[in-house]
């Protein structure tokens, strides 16, 4: 089975510039993360999805930062304008149902943001 | 909410010694614990949960950990280094959701 799958891996881009990152969840995973890695704060989670639907977007910093999920297969996070801050990895992850569902988050490999 | 707390963002051990990564938790409810590893350029593995089963969990490539409900602690250990262990460790809760909450990182180096 294919894992989680994030595009772009890398991405460059200049301050102001939208940035959009892509997410294809495992098939059968009901729920979808997107975590930020920094050297400063380490993983952050900043928000989940069940079903389709934002459970909780309590850790988005701020209102440049959207995500939505379209459809079970399918999840972006957008950020607009980007600045030099929001530099970091981008990380998706997914698991089935259930409480902690197997309690196992599967990852992608990450998409590294670069905000000049 | 729950919460955890990594003691230690470096560690560093000689290949064959103990490896011992800290991890103390805070949560509301009854907890699942589990140790992340992440080696450079990609994602994050697990290597092991404790979801209220047996306290002494063990994982992929020799590494095991117990919970200790009196100390809230979920230390990860392993009997002896290898070189191949040298990489991030994360500890993570989740409470009744699914939401899971990372540490901030124990960075292992393995000495030859």
């Known amino acids: 089975d294919a894992g989680v799958i994030q595009s772009p891996r890398h991405e460059v881009t200049e301050m102001g510039q939208e940035v959009t990152l892509r997410c294809k969840p495992i098939?059968?995973?009901?729920?979808l993360f997107w975590y930020r890695q920094t050297m400063m704060r380490g993983l952050e989670l900043l928000i989940y999805?069940?079903?389709?639907?934002?459970?909780?977007d309590s850790g988005m910093p701020e209102d440049r930062f959207s995500a939505k999920m379209p459809n079970a297969s399918f999840s972006t996070l957008k950020i607009q304008p980007s600045e030099p801050r929001d530099s970091a990895v981008y990380f998706c992850?997914?698991?089935?149902?259930?409480?902690?569902?197997?309690?196992?988050?599967?990852f992608g490999e990450g998409s590294r943001l670069t905000v000049l | 909410a729950q919460s955890v707390t990594q003691l230690g963002s470096h560690v560093s051990v000689s290949e064959g010694a103990l490896v011992l990564l800290r991890c103390n938790y805070s949560?509301?409810?009854?907890?699942?614990l589990f140790w992340y590893v992440q080696y450079p350029n990609q994602g994050l593995q697990l290597l092991l949960k404790?979801?209220?089963?047996?306290?002494l969990v063990k994982g992929i490539n020799g590494f095991e950990a117990e919970f200790k409900k009196s100390e809230t602690s979920f230390h990860l250990t392993k009997p002896s280094a290898h070189m191949s262990d040298a990489a991030e460790y994360f500890c993570?809760?989740?409470?009744?959701?699914?939401?899971?909450?990372f540490g901030a990182g124990t960075r292992l180096t393995v000495k030859p």
């Open positions: 992850a997914s698991c089935p149902s259930g409480r902690g569902g197997s309690g196992e988050l599967f």
């Open positions: 098939s059968g995973h009901d729920y």
């Open positions: 999805f069940n079903n389709n639907v934002p459970i909780d």
């Open positions: 949560s509301s409810v009854p907890p699942y």
């Open positions: 404790y979801t209220s089963a047996a306290t």
């Open positions: 993570a809760v989740t409470g009744n959701n699914n939401d899971m909450r």
